[in-house]
């Protein structure tokens, strides 16, 4: 990786940074945060511009550059790459090490008096805006909105902002009709006395309207605002997507509907001046709803007295709740993506001995199987394929540099998942195809219990996910091991593969509390640096469970695996397991064998199945 | 419980609130909050200005007076209690209900346009007028500080505020001079680079001083303040307690010190003007450190510019942490505690058959045989002696009118505590002195687990307690049931028997990490409303834990019970045990016989030995 040469870029940044054409006073230094508009996670193309003004393309980072300086903060994962993916134009600024200064007070130590921090105010969310500009206004600084976004003007070849087709799912998918979502959405707005919803997250407006999209890779979303009010539906999106047939169709947009299901399309750039219009037209006590991640620019249009902001916005939260149609949905898809599997593991463990299977080519097998699969859409996020040494790291993603071979002496995890149009799958399996050390295997044994004790815990109604995160580390930690990462994130229903509102880890304390039909991962690990990483990853549906008693007829919950993949037995000290957790297993393998042994056999897959057979012996407890 | 007869304090009241000598405009609202100037738990008889002027006294509440209204604010612990204490002049609001309006929305519903609310400035938080203040303004009120308590003003049989004489704790106790705990705290604020410290929390003045007091009941501590500058030392206290040589000699009042030792005793009413003087030398750049639950009135004699606030001071981290000498104390005081106790149940066991012991007699024996323990001083909060359906409620305290007769039908709990100049104790033991029924000893065994699930849990180094709360619920969840409190507290070394920044609770997540010499307590419990309460409780200290392996060296920590009292072998349904629990239970048991059993055997005390020795049976698993 040679760094990228950022001197002319920063120059004609530090340049239209002073442009009257761009700036109404000069701003001396200018924020390039990650992110896109709708604060979503996975970014397209024409929105990596922190990745375009400086070289670093990691996953999180965010760039200021002055009229002295340009510095990237960026957290522990990416230091090395950005490190080397940065010229000495740039300094990097290690997050989360002790002397590395906030941005806040970086800029307050290196800006001249009364300086102006500019900023692209569709990037920014509201709550980073409010606490950077309080910290900046507080050392006599002001943190001010420019409306075009610099980046974009010095950036000759960005590419467009995607346009993709949408795809409609009907009810047989989505189980609620976008018009009942709708009057739901209504009705939650009547109870909180607001007047007017924006819709600002991309899959929200997806699920919303039962579309997908393919606009940002991974994500089934496509670039849209939406504005609900009680009587009106506003959908503001780009392009000839409206003229497509089954499109007009699907939101009925050529029939005679009552006004209050009519959607109005707009042009998604307007989404500002029309909100600007709504809130001009509120009446006093008319409030506004918005996300508190909404960009400062859509949140400021709302007069402060008119907003109603809050964490979780009421789609984010029924989206997560799924109905009959999406968790059979997942189910069928998670099916699929065993059988896929179980061609990989059987294909794997025949070519890995003979030396040519690489962690890519292992990846584009899995790939490969998966898409033979039917209503495959795409893969739901960069498929982690790593060998030996390469496992510890946890976010990683072979590249052709690092692209490591399979052998039988290392342990091989592979983290992957696929959207099917009935589902978004997400699974780990950690397999050695030789023999595993006797610590490889207690490791191992050790993650295991931690994943059952989270997949067979139960809980009453009402806890939030991460009162169990514990749970998935207590046998690591009566060993004096753990991991550095949570255990588990919403999934969504051929939708994100990360979700809010809900999840397990011991960060997240401000998670909604699990409820019967959420979707969740159950991922604990254990990663030895420079030797190999450790992870079983299901993804889990919240399910009642029945109990003996019930306190204060709360009612309680458990889990119910989705994904049905073998676990590899042969990675497994039986002797660490008790006698509750070996059952787990084997009742665990016996539902892997019926329910993707009958899909095996169905589609012929004869091989696949003897492999699964083989792989889902039950384990026998030596006394 | 008849009520307290309010309307001619309501009028006078109202009268005050309008007076010139003591508001400078009327106040069309006065809002009594419970607690004291140091925002203490347990409050002095002359701090009990809620319970004056309403008739309800239980420990939580605020009032608030208005021209037309009196309305009280309290959860459901006192729904009842409030409700019988309180006449018709009172509304009582019920807090956690969902149509109860909070504070704010009721002043601003009922206050005529542009009201001032008052407030005593010394007995509100910072951060909750904060809140208040910011509410009120946002609908045209003002929020204003009442420099006189208008309680106080018309309570003319006031009790006197306790000036009770002090006790000097020597180096055996504290294990480290106050000398130095003034060099630490000074490195602290040095470290975070401030130039004065506030004290403003009774445990934190004593325990800086290694003075302890009983001004309030149960708190071995006295009403005073100190402001800590890197030259100098103020304490600002009242009465002749200054002129005790033994006080004198220990604060080295009349020695040639340092001048940075040199400690200047001021009267405890000067805090303030004392405090507005350092503010008026301030440097710039130069802060003064506060905790944001001082009072309003410290918190604003600071300019907001100088103002350092943290939720925890870092002498109440210092504090958490005891060292040898405090440990070693806290065990001593543990046995002399296991001692009295083994006394009572013995002696229990022989009275309640004959059906003379009441829950009050009970409480009353048991300070009797803990007051004849060396270095007893008081107890360390009101007894919960409870049987039957008592023992459900679970801040019972038992009075004349509640006062139930212990039998061989019903199970007893038992929650109490004491002071002694050594240590401070807080167990809990549920005894059955009859035949508990199956059901009875089912949810005993589930407690049981969650109370072993914690003590002998093994986690890393910096876990935060809250992360380990669920292990107390696990075996209870797995049956539907729960405990709608939290598990544990910090403990104080003769100090506060509740103490921060550590906890184990679901609800604690602003809690500071588990270190070595850390004390909480271990109680999970269960309840069942009109028929008993079972709760299982021990002080535990935290100890480093030996591991197997050391992830990134980070060391494991786990506890070492400091209670030693036997734990009803009769209330455990063995077979519900795990053979890891059974071995916990028995090498507890061991611990207590050696301990307190030569303890006993010193003392001569046999027939409580052979209570103890009876009662520490190991437990046979059946197979």
Redesign the interface.
């Known amino acids: 990786m040679s760094p990228k040469i950022t001197t002319e870029l920063l120059k004609q940044l530090r340049q239209v940074m002073k442009n009257p054409r761009y700036v109404q006073e000069p701003v001396q230094a200018y924020i390039v945060p990650s992110g896109d508009a709708h604060q979503s996670e996975y970014i397209a193309p024409c929105d990596c511009r922190r990745a375009f003004i400086s070289g670093f393309d990691g996953s999180a980072g965010t760039a200021i550059v002055t009229e002295q300086h340009a510095a990237m903060w960026t957290d522990g994962r990416y230091f090395l790459q950005a490190a080397q993916q940065m010229d000495t134009n740039w300094t990097l600024m290690k997050m989360g090490l002790k002397d590395t200064p906030t941005q806040e007070d970086w800029l307050v130590s290196v800006l001249p008096e009364g300086s102006k921090v500019g900023v692209d105010p569709f990037i920014i969310p509201a709550d980073q805006w409010k606490r950077m500009s309080k910290a900046l206004r507080s050392a006599g600084h002001d943190l001010v909105p420019v409306k075009e976004n610099l980046i974009d003007t010095i950036w000759t070849d960005c590419p467009q902002r995607p346009c993709k087709p949408l795809i409609t799912l009907d009810l047989s998918y989505t189980g609620i009709s976008w018009r009942d979502k709708i009057v739901a959405l209504r009705s939650k707005m009547a109870e909180r006395k607001v007047m007017w919803f924006v819709v600002t997250a991309l899959d929200e407006v997806a699920w919303l309207f039962n579309l997908r999209g393919s606009d940002v890779e991974y994500n089934p979303v496509f670039f849209a605002y939406a504005v609900i009010g009680m009587n009106t539906i506003r959908l503001f999106i780009d392009g000839d997507r409206m003229m497509d047939p089954a499109v007009r169709e699907h939101l009925q947009l050529d029939s005679t509907l009552e006004p209050e299901f009519r959607i109005q399309v707009m042009p998604y750039g307007s989404i500002l001046s029309e909100l600007q219009a709504v809130a001009a037209g509120l009446s006093p006590k008319e409030k506004v709803w918005l996300s508190d991640k909404a960009s400062y620019a859509l949140t400021e249009a709302i007069p402060k007295a008119y907003r109603y902001l809050t964490p979780y916005t009421p789609i984010c939260i029924a989206k997560a709740v799924k109905n009959t149609a999406e968790t059979e949905g997942m189910r069928r898809a998670h099916i699929k993506d065993a059988v896929a599997l179980c061609e990989l593991f059987n294909w794997l463990e025949k070519e890995v001995p003979k030396g040519a299977v690489t962690e890519i080519v292992a990846a584009d097998k899995a790939e490969e199987f998966r898409s033979q699969q039917k209503d495959f859409v795409e893969l739901s996020f960069a498929t982690i394929s790593s060998t030996g040494p390469n496992g510890a790291i946890i976010h990683y993603k072979p590249v052709p540099e690092t692209n490591r071979t399979l052998s039988v002496n290392e342990i091989y995890l592979l983290d992957s998942g696929a959207q099917y149009k009935d589902g978004t799958t997400d699974v780990t399996r950690t397999m050695h195809f030789g023999t595993p050390s006797a610590y490889e295997k207690e490791c191992f044994t050790y993650v295991l219990k931690g994943h059952i004790a989270v997949s067979a ?4 109604n009402g806890t939030k996910g991460h ?5 998935a580390r ?1 046998a ?7 991991y550095l990462h949570g255990t588990g994130h919403g999934v969504g229903s051929f939708l994100n593969v990360h979700e809010g509102p809900c999840g397990i880890s ?1 960060k997240t ?1 401000a998670d909604e509390p699990l409820e019967a039909g959420m979707i969740v991962s159950d991922e604990p690990g254990y990663y030895e640096d420079g030797s190999f990483g450790i992870r079983i990853e299901n993804v889990v549906l919240v399910i009642p469970a029945e ?6 007829n ?1 009612g ?1 919950l458990t889990f119910e695996p989705l994904t049905l993949v073998p676990i590899q037995t042969k990675m497994i000290d039986v002797n660490l397991l008790t006698e509750k957790e070996c059952n787990w297993v084997n009742e665990y393998h016996e539902k892997c064998r019926e329910v993707v042994g009958a899909e095996l056999e169905r589609q012929g897959r004869h091989e696949a199945l003897q492999w699964l057979l083989r792989e889902t012996e039950p384990l026998a407890r030596v006394q």
């Open positions: 815990a139960i809980f009453p009162l169990l995160d514990s749970f207590s690591l930690w009566d060993c004096g091991l753990d011991y304390f109990t003996k008693y019930n306190f204060k709360r309680s």
